[in-house]
């Protein structure tokens, strides 16, 4: 089993990125999938989750910015990012889990990818 991220960046306050990761050996459709979120020093903080139904739930801290959204087909899961602000700036990791029961749990959570850097300068 494979994740891998993509998307990373800097970008500007106000600014917009689009995360991507790709997976593969995962029977993809049946996974819960979900963006977290690691600043150096500090735990990783559960940003964004799509389940196999495709309702989606988000952080309070990106709720109305960011959007999480899915490709069965391609076994691709996404993360627009919208109005990023310097507090969203973090390494950015998928991952995939097939019972998740919290989605902010990251124990739930059986596959990660390797992460992709996301900086946004004021």
């Known amino acids: 089993v494979q994740l891998q991220a993509s998307g990373g960046g800097l970008v500007q306050l106000g600014g917009s990125l689009r995360l991507s990761c790709a997976a593969s050996?995962?029977?993809?459709?049946?996974?819960?999938l979900a963006w977290f979120r690691q600043v150096l020093g500090k735990e990783r903080e559960w940003v964004s989750s799509?389940?196999?139904?495709?309702?989606?739930y988000y952080a309070d801290s990106v709720k109305g910015r960011f959007t999480i959204s899915r490709d069965n087909a391609k076994k691709e899961v996404y993360l627009q990012m919208n109005s990023l602000k310097p507090e969203d700036t973090a390494v950015y990791y998928c991952?995939?889990?097939?019972?998740?029961?919290?989605?902010?749990?990251?124990?739930?959570?059986?596959?990660w990818g390797q992460g992709t850097q996301v900086t946004v300068s004021s």
């Open positions: 050996g995962v029977t993809f459709p049946y996974y819960t």
């Open positions: 991952g995939a889990g097939i019972v998740v029961l919290q989605n902010d749990l990251e124990g739930d959570y059986e596959f």
């Open positions: 799509i389940n196999s139904a495709n309702t989606t």
